[in-house]
């Protein structure tokens, strides 16, 4: 049995990846950029451990002894389901593989968008710490007193609530079932908090749900933390609020085109952090996406049935 990896793996990820491989499963690990190598090597592949390179209906079709395709995380977005379902291809992701490492790349995000830890930073460095703009210090701020706004309430947004409530915020959360202590429509909970965290998926009920008119309803100087998925956001609205100042700071791991092109005009703003889609990416995290993964090549093996499956 053969499975197929595709992308730019470390080096402590090609050691994770050996040390839990069973000795009947032959693994390839491809570069996302090396096309010609990831065509031959699907050519036999009976499954594809997938991380951020869209799995398109031509990729499939072109892996005739394709039978599983796994999710290295979560969001199934970037599956052609459609062409997986046609072609007799399972669809599983790792539900909570990630949560923690998500969780904390959330929270870091916040804090760093607040406190503009990257000028800060930058300019210490320079040798200009002491030699800030003053009024820089007025943009600033604590996560303590200041309302915090999950859109989404699974599981890292759950991890994430009592965190912040040490830290003296207030949470709040919106989610598709009402209820709960601190639950709020979206509208009002925009309204409220000073900084508004995504955590859905991307559908074609959540894609761009941070538009201009949603922007418009957020309190005046909020920050927008996204660590979900870029196509949630509006971008070009985005740009607009941060320079006009009704968004104070951004804190982004995801972009609505990725890889992000160094033209992205989020990156020339000393008013967001971002990181390139990696808040999921941790040693821990690998761990355990590994161990589901190679369950499931054993059950796709053994003709059992196959954990967390969608498709």
């Known amino acids: ?5 595709q992308y730019r793996a470390s080096t402590g990820f090609r050691a994770q990846l050996e040390a839990a491989r069973p000795a009947w ?13 990831f065509a031959r090597e699907m050519e036999d592949a009976d499954a594809l451990l997938h991380v951020l390179e869209p799995v398109t209906a031509a990729v499939i079709a072109a892996a005739p002894r394709l039978r599983l395709i796994q999710k290295i995380g979560v969001g199934v977005n970037t599956i052609d389901l459609d062409a997986a379902r ?5 669809v599983c992701n790792m539900p909570g593989s990630n949560s923690q490492a998500v969780a904390e790349a959330a929270l870091l995000l916040m804090l760093a968008a607040l406190r503009r830890a990257v000028t800060v ?11 800030m703009d003053a009024d820089a210090f007025d943009r600033m701020g604590e996560l303590g007193g200041r309302t915090v706004g999950l859109v989404g309430y699974g599981a890292i947004p759950r991890l994430l609530a009592p965190v912040l409530r040490a830290l003296g915020a207030q949470v709040v959360h919106t989610s598709r079932t ?15 908090s000073d900084v508004v965290s995504l955590h859905v998926p991307l559908t074609a009920a959540t894609a761009q749900l941070i538009d201009a008119d949603s922007i418009a309803r957020m309190k005046p100087g909020a920050v927008l933390v996204n660590t979900a998925r870029g196509g949630l956001v509006d971008e070009p609205a985005l740009v607009a609020a ?31 952090i971002v990181a390139p889609h990696v808040a999921w990416l941790t040693p821990e995290t690998l761990d355990r996406s590994i161990r589901i993964a190679m369950e499931n090549c054993r059950r796709l093996r053994g003709g059992e049935a196959l954990l967390n499956r969608v498709v």
């Open 1 to 5: 049995m053969k499975a197929v990896l």
């Open 86 to 90: 046609a072609h007799g291809a399972a």
């Open 178 to 192: 009402a209820g709960g202590d601190g639950w709020l429509p979206l509208g009002e909970l925009l309204a409220r």
């Open 121 to 131: 930073d930058r300019q210490t460095r320079e040798g200009q710490g002491w030699r």
């Open 242 to 272: 941060l320079r006009s100042g009704r968004i104070r700071a951004a804190g982004l791991d995801v972009f609505a085109t990725e890889p992000a092109p160094a033209s992205n005009p989020l990156f020339s703003m000393d008013n967001v």
């Open 25 to 37: 499963l032959s693994l390839a690990v491809v570069d996302e950029d090396d096309r010609p190598a």
